[in-house]
């Protein structure tokens, strides 16, 4: 099946730096990439839908300014926690959709972000 | 809004049994319906993807039904081994054009006794 990367996999930050998380589908190709939170014991809750080459839709209640998406490429897309705070720690799990096919999604082994 | 809901929370089963994972929905257009399973600490990988225009997908032991216009899924599992831990997850995609989001259950977490 196909397979979608992220890294790192955990990190561990000082509150008020940025973190970048990268995820990357290795073997297909993804107009559109999807940012997930996840709080233990918690579902998936959508934080943002990337689209190659465009600005990324936000969900509501989901700060733009602190949560950078930039999906450069077919297979490429990142996200940037701003200025992180501890409340931000979370696992974060990216998606992506393969271009071709049923529309299938396929999921990231997720980060651990940890803000000290 | 859509709303998508596993029943039950938890279910614990002696290995070898057959069991049920429920999910329902209230909006009945959907595209698709994807069940996945996600392991502590882990990512989601995913099981069965069931179209809209179909009623069941099957994968070795694992077997999902969908009847769309009640708003229901099971994912069934046979012959149930402990590796099969894990929590379930249903979701569902909006049939809206331009609707890409999936919409997640809250989850079964499985357990199975060996």
């Known amino acids: 099946g196909a397979v979608v990367s992220q890294h790192p996999s955990w990190v561990i930050c000082k509150s008020g730096t940025s973190v970048k998380i990268e995820c990357r589908s290795l073997?297909?190709?993804?107009?559109?990439m999807f940012w997930y939170r996840q709080f233990p014991k918690q579902s998936l809750m959508l934080m943002a839908t990337s689209n190659e080459g465009s600005k990324a839709t936000y969900e509501q209640g989901v700060e733009k300014d602190k949560f950078l998406i930039n999906h450069a490429s077919l297979t490429l897309s990142t996200l940037t926690v701003t200025s992180a705070h501890p409340e931000d720690s979370s696992f974060y799990i990216c998606?992506?959709?393969?271009?071709?096919?049923?529309?299938?999604?396929?999921f990231g082994p997720g980060t651990r972000l940890t803000v000290t | 809004k859509q709303e998508v809901t596993q029943i039950p929370a938890a279910l614990s089963v002696p290995e070898g049994e057959n069991l049920v994972l429920n999910c329902s929905f209230t909006?009945?257009?959907?595209?698709?319906l994807q069940w996945f399973r996600q392991d502590p600490g882990k990512g989601l990988t995913s099981l069965l993807l069931?179209?809209?225009?179909?009623r069941e997908q099957t994968s070795g032991r694992l077997n999902a039904s969908l009847d769309k216009s009640s708003g229901r899924s099971t994912l069934y599992i046979a012959a149930s081994q402990p590796g099969d831990s894990a929590t379930y997850l249903c979701a569902v995609r909006a049939a809206n054009f331009g609707n890409e989001k999936l919409t997640f259950g809250t989850g079964t977490r499985l357990t199975i006794i060996p």
């Open positions: 069931i179209q809209s225009s179909q």
């Open positions: 998606s992506a959709r393969d271009l071709i096919g049923l529309g299938e999604q396929y």
């Open positions: 073997d297909f190709q993804a107009t559109t």
């Open positions: 909006d009945s257009a959907i595209y698709n």
